[in-house]
């Protein structure tokens, strides 16, 4: 998606050789049309497909699935939890993810009441790295008896091991932006 290339190089930072730190629209402030657009390009990739929900992770999966619902007529947007919650339900489906981003690992659980046996399941996520959270939430999706129909990324990092993870797999994957390399502050798309 050129759009969203175009985005990263004007307003991404990038940190050391592995982070692209993108703040300022994505992952704490919110940049609501362009987010809409990224929906609109997630729906046309996945257009001939029958979605009943969207799964995310919180925090920052959360307004891509929402703004993109709204091209998927509006399909329910579920969000794994990380955070411990006296909230959450006592059923639950439950996974652990190794978390790149802060090199520990943490639980991920969803109630059962909001996955169910036979949905059609499209995961979607603002980063790709080495796919362990693709990889935990398939594992919430399979717990249930659902179908994954897809996981739908907005910025892989090529140079990881997540694509061929998710491959090995059978998953398909649709990723907007795609780097190549992120070496010596220079972003390099594929
Ligand atoms: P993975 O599970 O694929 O290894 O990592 C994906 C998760 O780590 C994403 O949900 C994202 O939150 C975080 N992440 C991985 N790499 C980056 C990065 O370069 N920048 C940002 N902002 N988040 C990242």
Partial sequence: MELLQEKILKDGRIEGNDILKVDNFLNHQLDIAFLNEMGKEFKNR?????????LTIEASGIAIASIAS?????????????????NLD???YETKVYSFTKGKEYSVKVSKRYLNEGENILVLDDFLANGRAAIGLKDLVDQAGANLVGVGIAIEKGFQEG????????????????????????IKFR
Avoid: M, T
Wanted: glycine share 6%; net charge positive; hydrophobic share 40%.
């Fill in 46 to 54: 996945f257009k001939d497909e029958k979605i009943d929900k969207i």
């Fill in 163 to 186: 694509r061929e993870l998710l491959l090995s797999k059978g998953i398909r994957l649709e990723s907007l932006a795609i780097l190549d390399s992120i070496e010596n502050g220079v």
């Fill in 90 to 92: 006592k059923e639950v």
């Fill in 70 to 86: 709204q091209h998927f007529g509006n399909v329910p947007v579920v969000f794994a939890k990380k955070v411990e919650s006296k």
